[in-house]
């Protein structure tokens, strides 16, 4: 009988036992069909955040968020002794890997300012999901020096540190940090953070140029995480398919005697690269997809794939590591093409340019459905990683808090909604349902025409209408009611936003009221 039914007294001890050996044996997928079986409300409030920890451990954080919802966001709080630290950890750390990054940081801030070990590591986590690195040391540092901890999770805080210095290029902090940590691994016998240590040595030697002397430490990560689960071993191969693909340049640039070997060499060292690239989108693991992509471009010294990664990838602090490691200064702003079929297929004749802020043949514009037009924005926000249900929500529903039990299908409905609009469009364009992953995807060559450097909105749409009409014309109230098919009352109320903006400039008084669109680069002028 499952918990679902029946709860029966002792019985969470005993599940909790069970579930806990998988946890430990690595059989993620036996706890996932166990945790199915419970209903989320049926577990007492006393085991409630063991559940939730176990469920988040093996990446069910539905279930963690199902579990604490009604301590932390309680239907009548004066029922219910408010959410722990602890929960509301765990309740954090779930809504992060779905993506909802901002309610998150609003639950962990308050946590981590109370110097809470729990809070410090999971608000630190959250930088580390940001690319914040600089943000996520003084934190670790507190949670370092906290006597609430073991020893074993003070080891796991200080190669997390380890880890922020080294994307930083603080090599000197790092190195210090991470021989002191491998001498504790070494006489604990912890292999898997001793596997780590070893990476992130690499690491150091990688990033400065000294390709031959990263390649011994990686190959002993290698042996010492050839036994664990997880991606372990998969950043160890990333790290060596790039040491030795730009070992192999070096050797080129040193001319050495044999010309045609040196150059053969390089481009087997590329095709390793691209072979590894192949195994890690076949995982899924869009980040390493992502990275792969920029070494080959620094490789090939390929300015378009990296204005490629620059535009598709949604984090400030990793484009700005884009452009430290190359000679790139792109920004992500203003109007970038995006094909969904690549950038060859692309350049055809044929090929279908889509442009929300632009009505289709058949005279609908998708910013006219504002929420679907959020979900195209939120939708290619990365190019290389899929959007989860989290995200999706709070780029659509900005003033909600994430609900478990109601916003996952509120998400898939509209979703559902966007798909039908491309086919009643007429556009090759679709949404892909994958698992808990959604992207956008094209079943013949099409170009996005995306705005960087601002979120898209439906005001935007109506004043691109307004442009691709009027021009450099004067335009009445009355006319601009009959272009978007409004009110005069909501034309009234777009054009005084307009203004407002300094997007356009108001000529005469009363009936004679006219507008024209400002003069790029000329300053606001104030209303005749």
């Given amino acids: 009988m499952s918990f679902e039914q029946a709860p029966r007294a002792g019985n969470w001890a005993e599940e909790s036992a069970v579930l806990e050996k998988h946890v430990v044996g690595g059989e993620h997928e036996i706890c996932r069909a166990i945790l199915s079986e419970i209903a989320p409300r049926s577990v007492p409030r006393e085991w409630a955040s063991r559940f939730a920890e176990m469920a988040w451990r093996v990446q069910f954080p539905l279930f963690t968020l199902k579990v604490l919802h009604r301590f932390v966001h309680p239907e009548n709080p004066l029922a219910i002794s408010p959410a722990t630290d602890r929960e509301n950890s765990l309740y954090a750390s779930a809504l992060l890997s779905l993506g909802a990054i901002r309610e998150a940081a609003e639950i962990l801030d308050p946590i981590a300012a109370k110097g809470d070990p729990d809070g410090l590591f999971f608000r630190a986590n959250l930088y580390f999901y940001e690319w914040d690195y600089s943000s996520a040391i003084p934190l670790l540092h507190q949670f370092i020096g906290s006597d609430a901890i073991s020893p074993y999770r003070r080891l796991v805080g200080k190669v997390n540190l380890a880890a922020a210095h080294v994307t930083l290029g603080d090599w000197e902090s790092a190195r210090a940090l991470l021989t002191q940590i491998k001498e504790e691994c ?46 372990y071993l998969l950043f160890v191969d990333k790290y060596i398919a790039i040491a030795e693909t730009f070992l192999a340049r070096d050797e080129m640039n040193d001319g050495m005697s044999d010309g045609k070997r040196t150059e053969s060499n390089g481009n087997e060292k590329l095709a390793r690269l691209l072979d590894f690239r192949a195994r890690a989108l076949g995982l899924g693991h869009w980040d390493s997809v992502r990275e792969c992509d920029l070494f080959v471009a620094l490789f090939k010294k390929d300015e378009g794939l990296l204005r490629h990664i620059v535009m598709g990838s949604p984090l400030e602090q990793y484009r700005t590591r884009v452009r430290r490691l190359s000679w790139t200064k792109i920004k992500a702003q203003g109007k970038y093409h995006w094909s969904l079929l690549g950038r060859t297929m692309a350049e055809a004749a044929s090929t279908i340019e889509f442009d929300p802020y632009k009505k289709t043949a058949t005279g609908q514009a998708l910013y006219e459905s504002p929420h679907l037009l959020l979900l195209f924005d939120a939708l290619t926000q990365d190019f290389y990683k899929p959007a989860n249900i989290g995200m999706l929500f709070q780029h659509v529903y900005q003033d909600e808090v994430f609900n478990p039990f109601s916003s996952p299908d509120r998400v898939l409905q509209l979703l559902k909604r966007l798909d039908r609009w491309w086919i009643e469009n007429d556009l090759p364009i679709r949404v892909v349902f994958k698992k808990s992953e959604f992207a956008l995807t094209s079943i013949a060559p099409v170009d996005l025409v995306l705005q960087r450097g601002k979120t898209l909105s439906a005001g935007d749409g109506k004043f691109a209408d307004l442009k691709a009409h009027f021009g450099d014309r004067a335009f009445s109230t009355a006319s601009v009611a009959s272009v978007l098919g409004v009110s005069k009352a909501t034309a009234q109320r777009v054009l005084a936003e307009g203004a407002a903006a300094g997007r356009l400039v108001k000529h005469g008084r009363g009936r004679s009221v006219e507008y024209r669109f400002a003069s790029r680069g000329r300053s606001k002028e104030k209303a005749a």
């Fill in 186 to 231: 070494e006489r604990e016998n912890y292999q898997l953070l001793l596997g780590n240590v070893h990476e992130l040595l690499a690491q150091c030697d990688l990033f400065q140029g000294r390709y031959a002397q990263a390649l011994p430490w990686l190959r002993r990560a290698r042996e010492l995480l050839k036994d664990q689960g997880g991606l």
